[in-house]
């Protein structure tokens, strides 16, 4: 039994394919499925069910799989102790971030990171939460960034800033005469949502304090960006919240129609998740380092605080 038929091993358990298998290991098929069955023949069982398409894990190919995943990243910890004691940045680091963060923070730091530490070669992927938490339990990422706290077990954060809601009222709406507004204004129904599935969809829900029981049915629509969100208040469809970072892009006659929120502000939490095995910690604090110091200049708020943690 090898390390390197154990990465194979996982590569197909993932990809259920054994071609698609192989091109992730960079080796040929025959190659990759040699080694597989060498393991199978030594171990005497079947891991894999090739039957099956796509390819399935048998029953005891699913406990392999998960002991071949610790032995994996125990391998792969005594590679990252030499890079640590060698103050080496660099190599592949896989990096997810959720969609409400990443087209606003990525342009922020990206250019810095890749500038300061060249040898590190980011592969980032937009994803949502739990697609993150999947990724990152399975090994599959290095690190995400997303809105915490998660309270999960298997994962490690470390908040890296606050990033305070702010209102978008159009000028038609009742709230628009209002120079600030407290979280206890916002209603529910009158509130334009992004699709379900999104943190910050859960994070405005958690903020609206006066849901009304009158009964009444009331239309709500949802969409799966930001942007589209504006445009729909912009037609007299209700108000939104914004996350903070989004607000500085706006032009003109948009920002007309913010509004900030009286203290203690609300304002969501962002940090560096990463799995508790604590695999390539030196780029991990060099991401936090690189977005800590660009994103202290941008967010000038004071007394921000989180109302409603979000819960996912």
């Known amino acids: 039994m090898t390390i390197t038929q154990l990465y194979y091993v996982l590569a197909v358990a993932e990809h259920q394919n054994f071609t698609k298998a192989a091109e992730k290991c960079f080796v040929t098929q025959p190659t990759l499925s040699m080694q597989i069955q060498k393991l199978e023949d030594q171990l005497d069982v079947q891991i894999f069910d ?30 990252d102790i030499v890079d640590q004691q060698k103050g080496f940045i660099g190599g592949e680091f896989k990096l997810g971030i959720i969609p409400t963060i990443m087209p606003t923070l990525l342009p922020m730091f990206l250019k810095t990171f890749i500038k300061r530490y060249p040898k590190v070669k980011l592969v980032i992927e937009e ?59 916002l209603e529910i129904e009158d509130m334009l949502l992004l699709e379900d599935g999104h943190c910050f969809r859960d994070g405005i829900i958690n903020l609206c304090k006066t849901l009304k029981q009158s009964g009444e049915e009331h239309f709500q629509l949802e969409s799966g960006s930001i942007e589209m969100l504006i445009k729909l208040a912009n037609e007299g469809l209700g108000m939104t919240l914004l996350p903070y970072l989004h607000t500085i892009d706006l032009n003109d006659k948009q920002k007309e129609n913010l509004r900030y929120f009286n203290e203690p502000t609300p304002a969501r939490e962002v940090s560096l998740i990463y799995n508790k095995s604590e695999l390539k910690m030196q780029i991990i604090e060099a991401l936090q380092g690189v977005i800590s110091g660009i994103i202290r200049g941008a967010i000038a708020f004071q007394n921000v605080q989180i109302i409603s943690p979000l819960s996912k």
Do not use: C, M, W
């Open 50 to 79: 090739r039957s099956k398409k796509p390819i399935e894990l048998t029953e005891i190919g699913k406990k392999i799989v998960l002991q071949a995943k610790n032995i994996v990243n125990e391998a792969d910890r005594i590679q």
């Open 127 to 185: 994803l949502t939460t739990e697609e993150i938490i999947q990724r990152i339990k399975d090994g599959n990422l290095d690190a995400a960034i997303a809105a915490t706290p998660l309270e999960n077990e298997s994962i490690k954060e470390r908040v890296i800033y606050f990033e305070p809601f702010v209102a978008y009222i159009p000028k038609h709406h009742k709230l628009y005469s209002e120079s600030k507004i407290d979280a206890n204004d």
